[in-house]
């Protein structure tokens, strides 16, 4: 497997809380699978816990599970001054070693392409699988890849996207990016500017993971896809969809995944 080469971009906690701190498109939609499954979630790759603690405090049981001892250490102080209890874990997701089995487990916003082969998606597909509970759900949420964004060069920058810091500040992020078709590694140069002034810069790498193929992925491992979406408002996937959610759960249990009904705690 292929050693993850992603620690560096998650040493500034506090950064990159301040990064995402306006996001939060998906936690409506994580939050009503939680409430559908009930406890206990673990949130694999749960960075600072900007999923995690709105799970815990709608009173779920809740597990985070991350690489990052930064990222944790941060998520176990915010967890901390709001009261919560959760169990903190400094872990790998190929070989996550948990002593229960889970209702719920899901990889949100595309953390799960930081594994980069095969081999390292199978290794944590089957890990996820065997720490989920005969009827419970595991949700893997990842981009859609979009041929004209792979065709771009890193003679094209262009703005990313720009977000507020605690002071008040604006910062642009330009990137720019390349594609690795041999490998399927979308490769991303991030630049971070204020006033015109270079902060920092960011080297990303991205697995590609295409429809059929992450059907084939979790079958391969012993997940059948129940449902999968375009988006987390739960439209159909399309070609174009601009994200890959995939509702999964252990094979012949399909029936329990695919229910509107609200599983009892």
């Not at 009173?59 to 941060?74: A, K, N």
Request: with cysteine; aromatic share 10%.
């Amino acid at each position: 497997m292929t050693p993850p080469d992603c620690l560096d971009l998650y040493e500034d906690a506090e950064f990159y809380d301040a990064e995402f701190a306006a996001r939060d498109a998906e936690i409506p939609f994580f939050r009503e699978y939680a409430r559908r499954f009930g406890s206990p979630v673990l949130e694999v790759a749960c960075g600072t816990g900007r999923l995690t603690l709105p799970i815990a405090r709608d009173g779920h049981e809740v597990t985070g599970l991350d690489l990052s001892r930064p990222m944790l250490d941060l998520a176990r102080r915010k967890a901390a001054a709001a009261g919560l209890r959760i169990e903190w874990l400094e872990q790998d997701c190929r070989e996550m070693h948990l002593r229960r089995k889970f209702a719920f487990i899901f990889s949100a916003t595309n953390a799960m392409q930081h594994l980069l082969d095969v081999d390292s998606l199978c290794s944590f597909l089957r890990s996820a699988r065997h720490a989920l509970r005969a009827d419970g759900c595991l949700i893997l949420d990842i981009f859609n890849p979009n041929l004209t964004k792979l065709a771009r060069t890193t003679a094209t920058r262009y703005l990313h996207k720009t977000f507020a810091t605690p002071d008040g500040s604006t910062i642009l992020v330009e990137a720019a990016s390349s594609y690795h078709a041999a490998a399927q590694v979308l490769h991303f140069d991030l630049f971070y500017l204020r006033d015109g002034t270079l902060l920092r810069t960011k080297s990303v790498n991205m697995r590609c993971c295409f429809p059929a193929e992450m059907l084939a992925l979790c079958k391969l491992n012993g997940l059948e896809v129940a449902r999968r979406f375009g988006d987390y408002d739960e439209s159909d996937f399309h070609s174009d969809s601009p994200k890959q959610i995939l509702i999964c759960c252990r094979a012949s249990t399909r029936s329990r995944v695919t229910s509107s009904r609200p599983a009892s705690p």
